[in-house]
């Protein structure tokens, strides 16, 4: 089946029992049991049938063994990171959601996890911090907020030689874009309120694992842990999901054309677009993903405010989160990436005045007005 196939067809598209072209959202807490231990369903933390239909989904779209539903996508990455020790060490990329960082230094380090934060784009780099006692890569490609581009296929091979997991989040690019599993990663993450979901409705998390082995200690791990996501959410998510090339085409135009029109403003110091001929990762980017994706950071020249250009736009929303219908904007440094430290921040190339913009599938026309009248505004 192709990729558009897929999503309408993929997974448990239909229901068996009534032949629903909609699967129905089952609320039940707990199911009957012929006899003890028979039943394919016993209590909804352990299986429900509409969160199975659309964990189903995102395993055949990542083309993984099995997919896994949580409550967001913070539960989904802690429940990976559950698969780890006291006394293990994983190598983590240095340009990470604000909310992984801060599960990483408040929580995990606190449990006697160790990490070394590197550069993922940089092989050599992440060759020379693998340890005896490492035991992952973990990496977001692109990035959040910097949208730098990392080797899939190059990490996974790391990983494999040294027998360790490459766990990449695939939140930025979607399946649409690039499927780590076909690159060699073992693990794929999803904050799934973004771009699969779509519609700024639901909180969800997703996790695909590449084999079966994987796929029973993190199904162990979901049971055990419960962080799972509830029958409502995942009929919204799967539902969402359904659209999700048609949204995709239409994102990624319009952030090449958003991308084209910042390119000409004398305002704007610096862009951060994987589709820029002139970013150093456009190369492996055109190799990497079918697409560049449709987000955007930018830094405005220094002296001008960068929260009096998000707060004078009209049609674009200042918000945290992305991957919605809607064009949201927000400021990094004081919203979803606040928890890092300015210093450590600062240092891994995240500035102050650093503006993050998910381009939403609106008319193109309105969103440059819209930027347009906002930088007009700027010097007034």
Same mark, same amino acid.
């Given at each position: 089946?192709?990729?558009?196939?897929?999503? !309408?067809h $993929?997974?448990?598209? @239909?229901?068996?029992?009534?032949?629903?072209?909609? %699967?129905?959202i089952h609320?039940a807490? +707990?199911?009957k049991?012929?006899?003890?231990?028979?039943?394919?369903y016993?209590?909804?933390?352990?299986?429900?049938?509409?969160?199975?239909?659309v964990?189903?989904l995102?395993?055949d779209?990542?083309?993984?063994?099995?997919?896994?539903a949580?409550?967001s996508?913070?539960a989904?990455?802690?429940t990976?990171f559950?698969?780890f020790?006291?006394g293990?060490h994983?190598i983590?990329g240095?340009d990470?959601?604000g909310?992984t960082?801060?599960?990483?230094?408040s929580?995990?380090?606190r449990?006697?996890?160790?990490?070394t934060?590197?550069?993922?784009r940089d092989?050599?780099?992440v060759?020379a911090?693998?340890?005896d006692?490492?035991?992952?890569i973990?990496?977001?490609t692109?990035?959040n907020?910097l949208?730098?581009?990392?080797d !899939?296929? $190059?990490i996974a091979? @790391?990983?494999?030689q040294?027998?360790?997991l490459s %766990?990449?989040?695939n939140?930025?690019? +979607?399946?649409?874009i690039?499927?780590?599993?076909d690159?060699?990663?073992?693990?794929?993450i999803?904050?799934?309120?973004?771009?699969?979901?779509?519609?700024?409705?639901?909180?969800a998390g997703?996790?695909?694992?590449k084999?079966?082995?994987l796929?029973?200690?993190?199904?162990?791990?979901q049971?055990?842990i419960g962080?799972i996501l509830?029958?409502?959410?995942?009929w919204?998510?799967?539902?969402?999901?359904?659209?999700l090339?048609?949204r995709?085409q239409?994102?990624?135009?319009?952030?090449?054309?958003v991308?084209?029109y910042?390119s000409t403003?004398?305002?704007v110091?610096r862009?951060?677009?994987p589709g820029d001929?002139q970013?150093?990762?456009?190369t492996?980017?055109?190799?990497?993903?079918a697409?560049?994706?449709?987000? !955007?950071?930018?830094?405005l020249?220094?002296?001008?405010n960068?929260?009096k250009?998000?707060s004078r736009?009209n049609?674009i929303t200042?918000?945290?989160?992305?991957?919605?219908l809607?064009?949201?904007i927000?400021?990094p440094?004081?919203?979803?990436?606040g928890?890092?430290?300015r210093?450590t921040?600062?240092?891994?190339?995240?500035?102050?005045?650093?503006?993050?913009?998910?381009?939403?599938?609106e008319?193109i026309?309105?969103l440059i007005s819209d930027?347009d009248?906002?930088?007009?505004q700027l010097?007034?």
């Open positions: 089946m192709k990729f558009n196939t897929k999503l !309408i $993929g997974g448990v598209s @239909i229901d068996e029992t009534s032949g629903a072209m909609s %699967i129905p609320m807490s +707990t199911f049991q012929k006899t003890i231990g028979e039943s394919q016993e209590y909804s933390r352990s299986g429900n049938p509409t969160r199975e239909a964990e189903k995102i395993a779209l990542e083309n993984g063994h099995s997919g896994f949580f409550a996508g913070s989904a990455i802690s990976v559950a698969l020790s006291s293990d994983i983590v240095n990470i959601y909310g960082f801060r599960l990483i230094d929580v995990l380090k449990m006697g996890m160790t990490f934060i590197v550069d993922t092989l050599d780099a060759e911090a693998v340890r006692n490492t035991t992952a973990y990496l977001e692109p990035t907020p949208l730098r581009i990392t !899939i296929k $190059g091979q @790391i990983a494999q040294h027998h360790i %766990i990449v989040d939140t930025f690019a +979607t399946p649409y690039q499927k780590p599993i690159l060699g990663s073992d693990i794929v999803h904050s799934a309120s973004k771009y699969l979901g779509g519609h700024s409705d639901l909180i997703l996790v695909v694992t084999n079966a082995e796929s029973e200690k993190v199904g162990y791990l049971n055990a962080a509830s029958p409502q959410d995942s919204l998510l799967q539902r969402g999901m359904k659209t090339s048609l995709m239409r994102h990624l135009y319009n952030a090449q054309v991308f084209d910042l403003q004398a305002d110091a862009i951060y677009f001929p970013n150093t990762d456009f492996l980017a055109s190799k990497q993903m697409g560049f994706g449709a987000m !955007i950071s930018f830094e020249v220094a002296g001008l960068p929260e250009f998000v736009l049609v200042l918000a945290e989160s992305l991957g919605a809607e064009s949201l927000e400021i440094s004081k919203m979803t990436h928890a890092i430290p210093d921040r600062l240092a891994n190339g995240i500035q102050d005045e650093l503006i993050r913009l998910s381009v939403g599938v008319d026309d309105d930027l009248q906002s930088f007009k010097k007034s």
